[in-house]
């Protein structure tokens, strides 16, 4: 019986090392990901505060506003278009005819003898 006092102590200890060394491998794990997230997270800052400048700028405050009033500066010219769809109906299909046509070597050579 005097050996089984120190090989279940042994044993108790191993378990608690392991059990231990799980959690801290656990721990590192949620570390790492959270440096990713962290670093995906401010990578993504910073283009918003980039588009929050660029929306905060007078030009593009005075840009929104002369696209969605319709409206120029003196000397500029507005072309409004149709839809998309629309612009597909009026344009006509181009006719057969514009096909290249294409033509064999022998062609080539008997067309360039002629």
Same mark, same amino acid.
């Not at 042994?10 to 949620?30: H, P, W």
């Not at 005075?62 to 109906?89: N, T």
């Given at each position: 019986?005097?050996?089984?006092?120190?090989?279940?102590?042994?044993?108790?200890?191993?378990? %608690?090392?392991?059990?231990?060394?799980? *959690?801290?491998?656990?721990?590192?794990? +949620?570390?790492?990901?959270?440096?990713?997230?962290?670093?995906?997270?401010?990578?993504?800052?910073? *283009?918003?505060?980039?588009? +929050? $400048?660029?929306?905060? %700028?007078?030009?593009?405050?005075?840009? $929104?506003?002369?696209?969605?009033?319709?409206?120029?500066?003196?000397?500029?010219?507005?072309?409004?278009? !149709? !839809?998309?769809?629309?612009?597909?109906?009026?344009?006509?299909? !181009?006719?057969?005819?514009?096909?290249? *046509?294409?033509?064999?070597?022998?062609?080539?050579?008997?067309?360039?003898? *002629?």
């Amino acid at each position: 019986m005097g050996l089984a006092a120190p090989v279940v102590i042994m044993i108790v200890l191993a378990s %608690s090392f392991v059990k231990s060394y799980r *959690k801290v491998k656990l721990g590192d794990e +949620l570390v790492e990901k959270t440096k990713v997230k962290l670093e995906k997270m401010e990578i993504e800052n910073e *283009k918003l505060a980039e588009q +929050l $400048q660029i929306t905060r %700028s007078d030009e593009y405050r005075e840009k $929104q506003f002369r696209d969605k009033m319709g409206l120029a500066k003196e000397g500029e010219i507005i072309v409004v278009l !149709p !839809p998309q769809d629309e612009l597909k109906r009026l344009v006509p299909d !181009p006719p057969d005819e514009f096909e290249p *046509k294409i033509k064999t070597n022998w062609q080539k050579w008997l067309d360039l003898f *002629k």
